[in-house]
Nanobody
Framework: QVQLVESGGGLVQAGGSLRLSCVAS????????MGWFRQAPGKEREFVGA????????RYADSIKGRFTISGDAAKNTVYLQMNSLKPEDTAVYYC?????????????????WGQGTQVTVSS
């Protein structure tokens, strides 16, 4: 089992940047595919991006492609979400999640473990 804790959210102006961190404890992240999701008020949880346990080729949602980047630091057992050129529509609670079974990355139901979330607010 793995425990996930996100940090790095906050209030930023449109066009600004934030870096979210997801620190794992309990097991090494190399055992999991790691995803980032977000949920805005009144909306369903939305896939942002993910990286496989082999740290290969990240996958991103079209809405953030070219602006957000996922990376990992195995030594720190941490996954990051670098968010640039932020827009007001990026405002949401951001969650990291871990998936035990390799495969499809874009569906929240496929993930076994979730962090508590961190609020990102982008002002216009």
């Amino acid at each position: 089992q793995v425990q996930l804790v996100e940090s790095g959210g906050g209030l930023v102006q449109a066009g600004g940047s934030l870096r979210l961190s997801c620190v794992a404890s309990g097991r090494t992240l190399s055992s999991y595919d790691m995803g980032w999701f977000r949920q805005a008020p009144g909306k369903e949880r939305e896939f942002v991006g993910a990286i496989t346990r082999s740290a290969g080729f990240p996958r991103y949602a079209d809405s953030i492609k070219g602006r957000f980047t996922i990376s990992g630091d195995a030594a720190k057992n941490t996954v990051y979400l670098q968010m640039n050129s932020l827009k007001p529509e990026d405002t949401a609670v951001y969650y990291c999640a871990a998936k035990s079974i390799p495969g499809v990355l874009g569906f929240a139901n496929a993930y076994d473990y979730w962090g508590q979330g961190t609020q990102v607010t982008v002002s216009s």
